[in-house]
């Protein structure tokens, strides 16, 4: 049982604004991401909600309580590292059980708690080896058995998983969610995989240098992106930017009409994502196919339209083209976006 | 014809190694294996080894009994160990202040501790002789420790520094999650961490020490405060060397070292650190 409350947090490092203004407040059991570009903050807002950074201004609320002025290990918060941070000279039960001792916990207890920890996590075999005799999962395994023991009112993951090879990240993916399930914490997970971010959300927030861009869920972001930052971040293959036309409550590409728009007339931004893409023999995307990407199931073009721009539409695994090809693509006009000269969203 | 120019290659760098390693140890192995024939030997046979008449005690005997050699080498020891401890202790404490906290002046501080490492701390004997005889400390053994502990500290925080600098903020961070003082993070965290370290140190810091004899003969010169390398003096008399007795204290004064270096050595090699983080 636990919330959490940004307000007004700000953060400074010398004279540079690292963190503008923050405000936020996470639910009970909310899986919050937070996905940004490298460099917009995401490590540092953590740091600060952790308390192992201080704030320039602003309050920091765990469950009601002003914590800001607290050291770390009062918050009843854990912390996940990008690089496990696991003691090298103990062996994993040591690692697990090792704040608790140092808590004073008592021994039947810690007892209890490491081997709760173990049995969620499979790591019952490797209670006595050392991490480094562990393979990269293992090791980010025991970092969360780690912040589990403690049981913590509020979990922080900062990239956990950006050091693990494909196939494992996505394996402990789903192991993450899993524990959220079954444990049903607060929890902030910071990525620049918006995979990740998609698939784990509760909500996202998305930030860019220091400042929250969007909040929402994943399917609102996806769907109702607030800006073309949060459309171009959101979503893979990246969404579509093309430089169109506005005239009559139309939106024109080399003037054939996509979608209708309520947009003044004028140059505007015309978002399209590359999967809402179809081949149609009457569509407004007209163009040559530069590469052509097979994959299977799916196939990728690469498009260079008629006026130089180019795009890439994501298409079903049916379809064969030949670099020079003449392609011609549709879309449904409610799958379009609109973006204006500041680069906010036009609601259609 | 590559494998045998690759096979020529490794015999020719083991030859420059080898003849190396020999140079380096002649002078030793004279040393030792002189130390353990007669006067008359010594010098009619240096290169000799010491079988059948040549063979003689002696020297061991007239060290070990006749003289305060054993005094003189728990001097020696004492002196040592102790300033090591201390060099190892603040120096890297010193190197944790400066490379983990950001504070003002941080980068003047560590500049200021490093410094030393340029002015040979020799050149302020007279003033270190005035204080220590003001403080009282003349002739006493506290006075070679305080000299050593300042002697090697620039050196020891500099190392100390550059490793320390390398230590993953993320376990430094994670052990105060789990609420450990700072403290508790420096000597149960970053300490076990920088083992090898602490070895390189030490060899290096401890070797000096050792060998000075220029501090002992300064600061305390007394009978009771002598350290090895000045208790052999003894047996260099003005008319007469005792040669098989100088040789012999030489070669039991070479042992802490080498007990020293192998016991680091394993240290020295082996890195920790694999397994901490990401690798
Ligand atoms: N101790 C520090 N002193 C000065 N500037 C810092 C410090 N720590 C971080 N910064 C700056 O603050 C900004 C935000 O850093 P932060 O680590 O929070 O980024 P991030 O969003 O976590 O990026 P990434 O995705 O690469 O981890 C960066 O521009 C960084 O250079
Ligand atoms: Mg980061």
Redesign the interface.
């Known amino acids: 049982m636990a919330t959490l409350e940004l307000k007004g947090v700000e953060k400074f490092f010398g004279a540079t604004q690292v963190i503008h203004d923050m405000n936020l407040s996470v639910a009970d059991g909310e899986l919050v991401v937070f996905v940004g570009p490298s460099g917009c903050g995401k490590s540092t807002l953590l740091?600060m909600i952790?308390?192992?950074e201080t704030l320039s201004s602003g309050e920091i609320h765990i469950d009601g309580q002003r914590v800001d002025y607290q050291?770390?290990?009062?918050r009843g918060?854990?912390?996940v590292?990008?690089?496990?941070?696991?003691?090298?000279?103990k062996d994993v039960r040591g690692n697990l059980g090792?704040?608790l001792k140092?808590?004073k916990v008592e021994k039947s207890e810690i007892d209890r708690r490491v081997n709760i920890a173990a049995d969620i996590l499979g790591l019952q075999d490797l209670m006595s080896r050392?991490?480094?005799?562990?393979s990269?999962g293992q090791?980010q395994r025991v970092a969360i058995g780690?912040a589990i023991v403690?049981e913590p009112k509020v979990f922080l993951f900062d990239e956990p998983l950006s050091?693990l090879d494909a196939a494992l990240r996505v394996h402990m993916r789903v192991e993450i969610l899993k524990l959220h399930q079954r444990l049903k914490n607060t929890m902030i997970y910071v990525t620049h995989d918006q995979v990740e971010a998609m698939t784990l959300a509760d909500r996202i927030v998305v930030f860019r240098a220091g400042k929250v861009e969007q909040i929402g869920t994943p399917l609102e972001l996806y769907r109702t992106p607030a800006n073309r930052f949060v459309a171009g971040f959101i979503g893979s293959p990246a969404m579509n930017f093309l430089n169109a036309d506005c005239k009559d409550g139309k939106v024109l590409l080399n003037d054939r009409e996509v979608c209708r728009s309520t947009h003044p007339d004028g140059p505007t931004t015309l978002g399209v994502r590359p999967e809402h893409l179809q081949v149609d023999k009457q569509g407004p995307f007209q163009g040559s196919v530069q590469v052509f990407e097979h994959l299977g199931g799916e196939a990728f073009v690469h498009l260079n339209l008629a006026d130089g721009q180019t795009m890439v539409a994501k298409l079903d695994g049916e379809h064969q083209f030949r670099p020079g090809d003449s392609c011609q693509l549709g879309i449904a006009a409610d799958k379009c976006h609109v973006f204006d000269n500041d680069g906010l969203r036009v609601a259609s | 014809m590559r494998r045998i120019q690759d096979r020529l290659g490794s015999v020719g760098i083991h030859a420059i190694l080898l003849s190396w390693t020999l140079l380096a140890l002649f002078p030793l192995a004279l040393i030792v294996v002189n130390s353990f024939k007669t006067r008359k030997a010594i010098f009619g046979d240096p290169l000799g080894l010491p079988t059948g008449k040549a063979l003689s005690l002696k020297g061991y005997e007239s060290v070990m009994t006749n003289s305060d050699f054993p005094m003189f080498f728990g001097n020696s020891l004492i002196v040592t160990c102790v300033s090591l401890f201390f060099i190892l202790l603040f120096g890297a404490m010193a190197a944790h202040a400066v490379s983990e906290y950001r504070f003002k002046g941080n980068t003047f501080i560590s500049i200021y501790l490093i410094l030393g490492i340029m002015v040979p701390i020799r050149l302020g004997t007279v003033a270190l002789l005035n204080l220590i005889v003001d403080m009282g400390l003349a002739n006493t053994l506290t006075a070679l420790i305080l000299v050593y502990t300042a002697q090697g500290l620039p050196i020891a925080i500099f190392i100390f520094t550059e490793f320390l600098r390398s230590v993953s903020r993320e376990i430094k961070d994670s052990a105060r999650i789990d609420g450990l003082s700072e403290y508790r993070i420096f000597f149960e965290v970053v300490i076990p961490l920088v083992r090898p370290v602490i070895a390189t140190v030490a060899v290096f810091s401890m070797i000096p020490i050792w060998n000075d004899l220029w501090f002992p003969l300064i600061l305390s010169p007394g009978e009771e405060t002598r350290t090895v390398t000045l208790g052999v003096q003894q047996f260099i008399g003005q008319y007469t060397v005792q040669w098989g007795s100088v040789l012999a204290a030489l070669s039991v004064a070479i042992l802490p070292v080498l007990i020293m270096y192998v016991i680091f050595s394993r240290q020295l090699i082996r890195g920790i650190t694999s397994g901490a983080v990401k690798g």
């Open positions: 740091r952790a308390g192992l050291p770390p290990s009062n918060i854990a912390m590292f990008q690089s496990y941070a696991l003691y090298p000279h090792f704040s140092h808590d050392k991490p480094r005799e562990l990269g090791r780690r403690r050091n």
